[in-house]
Every structure is written in C-alpha cells, then in structure tokens.
C-alpha cells in the first residue's frame, strides 16, 4: 500500500502544479488497503472534499496506474474516525460514479451551496422561485426545471440547494448530482465493462432527483445523447425530478439530437441575469458575514460598484482584499481594494480579439494567418481553442461573433471551448498555458 502510495504521489507530482500538490496531496496518507480498494485518509472534511473534486479521477488513475489493476479509491477524513459510519448528505446522495469503472469518486454537495446562502435579486427570484418550489414538491410545480445562466451566476449553487433541500426534507430519496461528463464517462466505462445494464438501472431506477450540469457538453455525443434521452424519458415517466444547467438555451447547443433537445425543453427554462448594484452589495455583505471577515461598508460597497461581471467574480475579489490585509497584516481599506480590482477588472479593459489573437500568436509562435486559417496541424489547433476559450472567457462577444472571427462556425467554438475546459479540469499543459496567458491578460501585458 505506501508502495502504490509512493508511486501515484510522484505520478501526480508530475501532473499538479508544485502549489496544490502541497496543499492537497501531500497531508493525505493511505490508511487501509482491501481487494479491489484503496482508502486514503485527509485531514479534514475540506480537504476531502477539495480532493475528490479536483483531483478524484486523477488519483483514481494514479492508483490504477501504480497498482496495475483498477483500484477503487475511497477518501476519508482521518480526524473522525467515526465518518465512515455517521451518515451525512454525502452519504445519502449517490456518490457518482459508483461502479467498478477505474473513474471512482463522486460529487458531493458543497456545504454552503444552500438555499439559505443564495442571495435572491431581481436577477435571480424567478429562477430561485422555481428551485425552492420543485426541491419542496409544490403542487403544480414542473418536475424538471432548465437553469440558464452566463458563468458564475449561481446555477450550480441553485441546483446544489435543492439537492441539499431534498435530502433534509425527504431523507430517503437519492440524489444525484452530476455533470453531463461524468454521465458520458461512466456510460463509456459500463459499455467497456459490459454492466451497461447497471448503469441503466442505476440512472432509470434508482434516482429520485437527477441534478445534471452543464448540458451543453453533449453537443456531438450522439450516443451519451441517445442514452440520456432514455434515462430522462424513464424518470419523466416515474415523475421524478430533474434539474438541469446550462450556459446555453437547448435550441441553441448545436449537434444535440431533437428528441433530447425536446425533453431539455420539457424543464421550466429560468435564467440567473447578472446581479444589479443593490443585490451585489447584499451578497458581499453576506459573505462578510458568514466568513466572519471585518470589511468596511465603503470597500463593500466600492468591490460591487466594480466588480459587475458575475458573483464567482465579485466573491473572489472580497476575499482577495481580506487574505491580502492579512498576509501583510494591515486593514482592509480602500487603497487595498483598489490594487486587488485592479487586478482582476481595470486590466480587463482593453482585451479585445485581436489582442489575444496576437498574445496567443506571440507565445505558440504561430501567425495571425494560421491560427483562422482552416489548418487542422494540432500545433495550430492547439492555440485557435486556447484563443477562442480567452475570447470567451474575457470579452464580451457572442460565440458567433467568435467564431467569424476564426473563421468558424459557433459549433466549432463551442467544441473549442469544451476542449480546454477539459484540458483545464485535466490539469495538464492547458491548464498552465490558460493560466499562463490570462495572467499576462490581467496584468495588461497585451
Ligand atoms: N445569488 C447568489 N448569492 C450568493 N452567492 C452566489 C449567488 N450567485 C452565485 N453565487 C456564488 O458565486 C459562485 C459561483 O456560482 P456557481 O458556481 O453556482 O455559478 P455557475 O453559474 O454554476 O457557474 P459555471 O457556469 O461557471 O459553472 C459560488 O460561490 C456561488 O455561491
């Protein structure tokens, strides 16, 4: 067992930048050792969380790799040894995916992505409405329910409470949360392994409330499509709930069969807009609050006059500003916030297409000829998706004006994007490369 141990921490030594793998790898240490399992313990329920998150499928592989067989990996929390027996949320939920694939390691709920943690705006009642209102059965609610927003506006957090509703509330259904990814990868594993018949029955049968995010990730998966398409006919069938996110309207995900396109319609469709000034100021004030932070009103009220673009963002620049003053041991102040949205906004001013065409250009060594040019050469290919998914991620442009601006036609875009999300969540070269380039982004050295 410290073999395999020893051998999967220098497998991921390799693949997770120096930071993180001090942060989250290195307190975890191997605890028991079963046939067909290995059970490694963190330190706290953070980190186990943290771990399983980010890092379940890589360790699952590590394990896999080093032991020469699949392994299952189970993550415990070493300073409770009671929690294998205590049943929590995470117990009750269906930890996903669980069958024999070498892809263990659920989702889990994340603690604070409740009801009673999501501040409700104008932007937000309708669809928080519709949330509350299927996660409490109200007579004449839809079952399934559509959550549409740009990123970072809070569908995660919404589909997540009304998981953590459900299991408060009616503790014997199981939920179960995941992404349209996993859904493909384990369909992929269970054709592998020929137990495609459990993997149905689980799906059909043994999920009261489905949580499914990001559905445009099954743009061009005919077969994942036409496998959901009759998992979610079942469960409309049995009248069980389904929530469903996405970035993108199901008439507007291209390469998406028409009978799943139809069933996505079938959801209530809420859109999350961006928060105004008002609810952005609540929404730091309650962040203030829960984590306990001490930050003047006029720095509260200074991050949400600046930082518009989405809560991910709005929340990361408060905590920026409260770990900033503690590192340096000084006050929140003005001045403080002022040097952290700079970083994060005023820089983003002036990113135009052309301004990351050319940075991308510069750092692949690739022309401005190339990179819209119908050449599939992956040295090429490689830096148009990393270009495209810059675009998308700071500018303001519609995926079609992205895509003519390549050349390409939305569904290409949306494919590239798709790519370097997967290759972000891998945390391999494009990851570093992304992170790399937005830096330079955010620091104007455009
Ligand atoms: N109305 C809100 N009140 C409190 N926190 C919010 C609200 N909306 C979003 N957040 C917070 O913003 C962060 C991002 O939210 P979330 O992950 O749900 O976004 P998302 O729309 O799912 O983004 P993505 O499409 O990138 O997955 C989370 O920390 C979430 O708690």
């Given amino acids: 067992m410290e073999q395999i141990w020893t051998t999967v921490k220098s497998l991921l030594k390799e693949k997770i930048p120096g930071h993180s793998y001090r942060m989250w790898i290195e307190p975890i240490t191997p605890c028991q ?7 490694l313990s963190c330190p706290n329920l953070f ?25 299952k990996v189970r993550l415990v929390v070493r300073s409770d040894p009671k929690e294998d027996r205590r049943p929590t949320f995470a117990d009750r939920q269906m930890k996903l995916p669980e069958m024999d694939t070498a892809y263990t390691g659920g989702r889990f709920l994340r603690k604070d992505f409740t009801f009673d943690q999501f501040v409700v705006g104008k932007n937000s009642d309708f669809a928080y409405s519709a949330a509350l209102s299927l996660a409490a059965r109200n007579r004449g609610t839809q079952n399934a329910l559509y959550l549409l927003s740009k990123t970072g506006l809070g569908k995660s957090h919404l589909s997540q409470a009304v998981g953590h509703h459900i299991l408060q509330t009616f503790p014997d259904e199981r939920v179960c949360y995941i992404t349209a990814e996993d859904f493909m990868n384990e369909m992929t594993d269970s054709y592998r392994n020929s137990s495609l018949h459990r993997f149905k ?54 390469k998406l069969d028409e009978k799943l396109r139809s069933r996505l319609c079938c959801g209530l469709i809420s859109k999350i807009e961006s928060p105004d000034y008002k609810t952005r100021v609540r929404i730091l004030e309650r962040t203030v609050r829960s984590g306990g932070y001490s930050v003047p009103d006029q720095v509260v009220q200074y991050l949400a006059s600046e930082l518009t673009d989405d809560v991910r963002q709005l929340k990361s620049g408060l905590i920026g500003v409260t770990a900033q ?22 820089s983003r001013e002036g990113i135009t297409l052309d301004s990351i065409k050319r940075l991308v250009c510069k750092y692949y060594n690739v022309t401005l000829t190339d990179l819209v040019s119908r050449s599939r050469r992956q040295a090429i290919v490689r830096p148009r998706q990393v270009a495209m998914y810059l675009s998308r991620e700071y500018t303001e442009h519609s995926l079609q004006t992205i895509g003519k601006s390549f050349n390409r036609y939305h569904a290409t875009t949306l494919h590239a994007l798709k790519m370097v999300e997967k290759g972000i969540k891998e945390n391999g070269p494009v990851q570093k490369h992304v992170a790399f380039l937005s830096e330079r982004l955010e620091k104007g050295k455009h």
Avoid at 60 to 69: D, I, P, Q, R
Avoid at 229 to 252: F, Q
Wanted: net charge neutral; glycine share 6%; with cysteine.
């Fill in 33 to 39: 050792y079963e046939e067909g399992e290995i059970v």
């Fill in 325 to 346: 003053a503690s590192l340096l041991g000084s006050e929140v102040d003005l001045d403080l916030a002022r040097r952290v949205v700079k970083n994060i906004v005023a």
């Fill in 201 to 254: 029955e689980k799906y059909r049968r043994n999920c009261d409330v489905l949580l499914l995010e990001d559905v445009q990730f099954l743009s061009g998966k005919n077969g994942t499509q036409q496998e959901l398409s009759n998992t979610l006919e079942s469960l409309m069938n049995a009248n069980k709930k389904i929530i469903y996110s996405s970035s993108y309207l199901p008439s507007d995900i291209p």
């Fill in 47 to 71: 980190s186990k969380k943290r771990v399983v998150d980010h890092y379940g499928r890589l360790i699952e592989n590590a394990v896999s790799h080093a032991a020469g067989k699949t392994l």
